[in-house]
């Protein structure tokens, strides 16, 4: 059984610091990795994606890859009331089907 | 610009009735999926659709039947409703794209309760 391994929290931060989020993959065919925001009672929002290893940066969102040791994170600078969510780190397996396997989600809190 | 539409958005069954979950999408996307959610996990697939005429099993097909009616249309049938099958279901869609890189997108959800 393939899995995709997240930490469910609540993690919670102050307004304004860095909420660090991680997942971990078991797959090692895994070629595509993205992170889906989902407030309560809506449907899964995509923020990232990330397809090489190391860091990509939208805004305040930093995605890291590192397929060597099978995780993927996602930092988010200078965290506002509005990121409370939870995030959902998905990741699509071997061939190009297209399907995806999801963590549980990190239910994040950011307090003012 | 509507994306990924799911009919209902909210539906009450009781035990043993059927339901069809209608997904439909204007992206012109070639693959469609239908994944269910409970309380405290992730997105589990159901049935997914790679291309128009073609359907597949995912994690959790039991219980469920499915059809892709055409390229916008993927419906998920319910055949004899059970209470382990209250949930919120997510139909999702997704462009062809090399090496699997194209993300999904969602709709707004159906939230089913069975009783």
């Known amino acids: 059984q393939k899995e995709v391994e997240q930490n469910s929290g609540p993690l919670s931060v102050p307004e304004g610091a860095i909420a660090s989020l991680n997942c971990t993959y078991s797959d090692r065919g895994s070629q595509s990795f993205f992170w889906y925001r989902q407030y309560s009672g809506k449907s899964p929002e995509l923020i990232m994606s990330?397809?090489?290893?190391g860091d990509k940066e939208d805004g305040r969102f930093t995605a890291q890859l590192n397929k060597a040791s099978q995780y993927v994170s996602l930092l988010i600078r200078d965290s506002q009331p509005s990121d409370s969510a939870t995030y959902l780190c998905?990741?699509?397996?071997?061939?190009?089907?297209?399907?995806?396997?999801f963590g549980q989600g990190t239910t994040l809190q950011v307090k003012p | 610009n509507a994306g990924v539409t799911q009919t209902p958005k909210f539906q009450v069954l009781k035990t043993g009735q059927s339901m069809t979950l209608q997904c439909a999408q204007d992206?012109?996307?070639?693959?469609m999926y239908w994944y269910r959610q409970d309380p405290g996990m992730g997105l589990r697939l159901i049935y997914y659709s790679a291309s128009e005429g073609t359907t597949d099993k995912g994690e959790v097909p039991n219980g469920y039947n499915v059809s892709r009616l055409n390229k916008r249309e993927f419906s998920l049938r319910l055949e004899s409703a059970a209470p382990s099958q209250t949930s919120v279901y997510f139909c999702?869609?997704?462009?062809?794209?090399?090496?699997?890189?194209?993300?999904?997108?969602f709709g707004d959800g159906t939230r089913l309760s069975i009783l």
């Open positions: 999702a869609s997704r462009r062809p794209g090399t090496y699997s890189n194209q993300p999904q997108h």
């Open positions: 998905a990741v699509t397996g071997s061939g190009n089907t297209g399907k995806l396997i």
């Open positions: 990330i397809y090489s290893n």
């Open positions: 992206m012109n996307h070639n693959s």
